[in-house]
């Protein structure tokens, strides 16, 4: 079975503009979850959605939007990129079924750049 | 507002030796507990996931405890190898936050 695909690998913008990643989860999981990982630093929590509606919300600016489409898969949308936003952004899928046994799987995630 | 805190933040150790790396939390209300290691510019791996109700699990070399009374969760690594230099995080999940921490990083030399 593929485990969690994100796309894509990397990507370079410039300050301004907007950025779309993309994700798909471990097939049958429902539950995706969008992570910002600045270098050197511990992945910090953006979005988390399951069953298309948002579940969870971390302290990003509305800068950062996401949906959940009817196949699970996940787009991270930035607009109005800045420096900061250089880092890489990981996506994770889980079963979805809340609670405490809901292990999140992790895929490879997208190196932005912004310059 | 959950904080995450890892100690050491780096650890550099022989072959052979026992670790034991430490996970803090300041609120104790979590559903799990889950330690993941990250090798470089990589995409995280799940180690172990504790829930709330469970006291410890085990996967090979690999122990993780969780006391929450004490807001404090231990990955216990027995017999180290060079393939076990990662660094290694722990997550903790709230009604709506999944917050990790800062991490350690290991480095085992032969």
């Known amino acids: 079975d593929a485990g969690v695909t994100q796309s894509p690998t990397h990507l370079i913008k410039t300050r301004g503009q907007q950025v779309t990643l993309r994700c798909s989860p471990i097939?049958?999981?429902?539950?995706v979850s969008w992570y910002q990982q600045v270098l050197g630093q511990g992945p910090q929590f953006i979005f988390q959605?399951?069953?298309?509606?948002?579940?969870g919300r971390g302290n990003f600016p509305d800068r950062f939007s996401a949906r959940q489409f009817p196949n699970y898969s996940s787009e991270l949308n930035v607009n109005a990129l800045l420096l900061g936003d250089s880092a890489l952004y990981l996506c994770?899928?889980?079963?979805?079924?809340?609670?405490?046994?809901?292990?999140?799987?992790f895929g490879p995630g997208t190196r932005l750049t912004v310059l | 507002k959950q904080e995450v805190t890892q100690i050491p933040a780096a650890l550099s150790v022989p072959e052979g030796e026992n670790l034991v790396l430490n996970c803090s939390f300041t609120?104790?209300?979590?559903?799990?507990l889950q330690w993941f290691r990250q090798d470089p510019g990589k995409g995280l791996t799940s180690l172990l996931l504790?829930?709330?109700?469970?006291r410890e699990q085990t996967s090979g070399r690999l122990n993780a405890s969780l006391d929450k009374s004490s807001g404090r969760s231990t990955l216990y690594i027995a017999a180290s190898q060079p393939g076990d230099s990662a660094t290694y995080l722990c997550?903790?999940?709230?009604?709506?936050?999944?917050?990790f921490g800062t991490g350690t990083r290991l480095q085992v030399f032969p």
């Open positions: 097939s049958g999981h429902k539950s």
């Open positions: 997550k903790s999940e709230n009604t709506d936050k999944l917050i």
């Open positions: 994770a899928s889980s079963l979805g079924t809340s609670g405490p046994s809901d292990t999140q799987y």
């Open positions: 504790i829930q709330s109700s469970q």
């Open positions: 609120d104790s209300a979590i559903y799990n």
């Open positions: 959605y399951y069953e298309k509606e948002e579940r």
